[in-house]
């Protein structure tokens, strides 16, 4: 079992940066895949990325060439970093985790670990 919590969350302007946080306790984070998930308010949560241990990641659309995950096993982090940011990156973000491996983790439904979420507001 692993326990997730997230930070780094808060207001930016469009075209700037953030980078989430996501840490993880309990047993060790190896095994996972960790996902990140956004949803704004009346949308259904949308995939964001995912990433497994030594694996290469991959991203919804919306993100692809401006978000990237990654992780430090040794620090029990998952970080999601955020460039670019448009005002319809506003939402909140939540950081996911499954046992094992999985390179197609793009629906919620898959993860069974979720952290509390932290907001990101873009301003235009």
């Known amino acids: 079992q692993v326990q997730l919590v997230e930070s780094g969350g808060g207001l930016v302007q469009a075209g700037g940066s953030l980078r989430l946080s996501c840490a993880a306790s309990?047993?060790?984070?190896?095994?996972?895949?960790y996902g990140w998930f956004r949803q704004a308010p009346g949308k259904e949560r949308e995939f964001v990325a995912a990433l497994w241990n030594g694996g290469m990641p991959y991203y919804g659309d919306s993100v692809k060439g401006r978000f990237t995950i990654s992780r430090d096993n040794a620090k029990n982090t998952v970080y999601l970093q955020m460039n670019s940011l448009k005002p319809e990156d506003t939402a909140v973000y939540y950081c996911?985790?499954?046992?094992?491996?999985?390179?197609?983790?793009?629906?919620?439904?898959?993860?069974?670990?979720w952290g509390q979420g932290t907001q990101v507001t873009v301003s235009s």
């Open positions: 309990g047993r060790t984070i190896s095994p996972y895949t």
């Open positions: 996911a985790a499954v046992l094992g491996y999985c390179d197609s983790c793009y629906s919620p439904r898959k993860y069974g670990y």
